[in-house]
């Protein structure tokens, strides 16, 4: 066990399907915070956390302003906004242009964590139709956090999960089904 | 050092001379927003590392306008979040109708696009005259844009799509002229408006306010750096005085969350008690 002190998840096309095969298995159990990043298309959606709310028992919430980063809370990037990690462990948000056509982007997400967190982040990358988040990958890995990917052969879009894994690899290229009970023992231990 | 420490220590040392030099204090900006602004100027600068833009500070004429350019690249728009206008005119406007005359301090107006927005929702509203508008920025290229008023043609359309959401009574292209591809707001606008350089790092109070908007600036910046910036707020408003943040900013947990009550807090509009 490493003691991981959060997990960042990057996501796009086909991400609804794909967090709702990861998101039931963040129980009361998993006291490790998860930090989404979820393309969207509209800038001022707000449904986002109430749908992942359905999928877990443990509290989604939008990231507010200022806001300290809590165990056993899975926090969602509000749209229309990067989301970033200060060095204090709180939120950060900025309205900066987009990076790979995206706002909120994985990359900034992934780097800011990455530069705070170091060698204590699980990067999860899955499904979706463009390059953002290889580059913040990249960035995880130098600074040894653990680079988890999405198998393209079975993601619903594959050319993110496949850009990753070129630009950055990954430490694990897994299923869909098996990443959420991985993510757990990965924090809890087996 | 591993190559992490190096980048920080190197972002360190440009922002401690960029206040010694240039008097720009930007330690207390978000650190996360700054680090990936200057990393996105010594990339445009053709730098691989951030401490190779240290001869340029030091050496290189008018550095400090690209510098400052780099460090304010927010996307700014007319009638952002249209439903916040809708808002702001029907809780705000009809306490503007009680004074003689409305002082307005627009913080952090960056290119202007907002100060127009809001100098039009006046003017239909019967209050531009009787209002002064003084817009502040610390960047001069940003002020220059703002001064003149002019914007690419091709951004009207949304313009006008925002203000019409905002609930706009005619139509936007009655407040600017169009020349070959660019739109040049009207002078009746321009006129009750004051562009003028104000760094809210360092910068004291702008006196006896009805309202100050400052949207999406606070979210640069880090704790300590927003309550100075709240305090200059309410020490610039008057009695029943409006602010007026941006739709993910707000004043709980500050220093002066218990000087100001929210009269909407989903707009974020504050008054004071």
């Known amino acids: ?190 | 050092m591993n190559p992490h420490d190096i980048e920080e220590f190197e972002l360190d040392t440009i922002l401690d001379l960029i206040d010694k030099c240039y008097g720009y204090n930007f330690k207390d900006y978000s650190r996360a927003s700054i680090k990936r602004r200057i990393q996105n100027l010594a990339s445009a600068c053709n730098c691989e590392h951030i401490s190779e833009l240290i001869p340029k500070v030091l050496y290189q004429d008018n550095f400090l306008d690209k510098f400052l350019k780099g460090m304010s690249v927010t996307v700014t728009d007319m009638f952002r979040d249209p439903w916040v206008f809708k808002i702001f005119k029907e809780k705000i406007i009809p306490q503007l109708r009680i004074h003689p005359q409305i002082n307005i301090w627009h913080a952090g107006c960056a290119t202007g696009e907002e100060v127009y927005s809001m100098a039009i929702l006046l003017k239909e509203e019967g209050l531009l005259k009787y209002s002064r508008i003084y817009a502040t920025d610390f960047n001069n290229h940003s002020l220059d844009i703002a001064k003149k008023g002019i914007y690419p043609l091709e951004k009207m359309q949304r313009y006008s799509k925002n203000y019409l959401d905002a609930g706009g009574k005619y139509s936007l292209s009655e407040y600017y002229d169009v020349k070959y591809d660019v739109a040049k707001f009207s002078r009746e606008l321009t006129e009750r408006i004051t562009f003028s350089h104000h760094n809210m790092g360092v910068d004291q109070a702008f006196g006896e306010m009805n309202l100050i908007i400052c949207r999406n600036v606070l979210i640069y910046f880090n704790k300590t750096l927003q309550n100075r910036v709240f305090t200059l707020f309410y020490d610039s408003l008057m009695p029943r005085g409006v602010l007026l943040l941006g739709d993910k900013e707000s004043i709980d947990y500050s220093e002066i969350n218990s000087k100001l009550t929210a009269v909407s807090s989903k707009a974020r509009i504050y008054q004071v008690r």
């Open chain 1, 1 to 190: 066990m490493n003691n991981y002190e959060a997990i960042v998840i990057g996501v796009s096309a086909g991400g609804l399907h794909a967090l709702n095969r990861i998101l039931p298995h963040f129980d009361q159990s998993l006291k490790t915070p998860v930090i989404i990043v979820q393309h969207r298309q509209d800038e001022h959606e707000n449904m986002l956390s109430n749908l992942l709310n359905n999928m877990t028992t443990t509290q989604v919430k939008d990231v507010e302003f200022n806001e300290v980063i809590k165990p056993q809370t899975i926090y969602v990037a509000p749209s229309g906004y990067h989301l970033q990690i200060e060095a204090d462990k709180s939120f950060s948000l900025s309205r900066d242009p987009k990076v790979e056509y995206s706002r909120p982007s994985i990359d900034v997400l992934f780097e800011s964590a990455a530069d705070v967190f170091k060698n204590k982040l699980i990067a999860v990358i899955l499904t979706g139709a463009n390059y953002d988040g290889s580059n913040g990958l990249k960035k995880v890995r130098e600074l040894r956090g653990l680079a988890i990917v999405e198998n393209p052969a079975t993601a619903g879009f594959s050319t993110m999960p496949e850009r990753a894994i070129t630009i950055a690899g990954a430490d694990h290229v897994l299923s869909i089904d098996k990443i959420g009970q991985y993510l757990k023992e990965c924090c809890n231990g087996p």
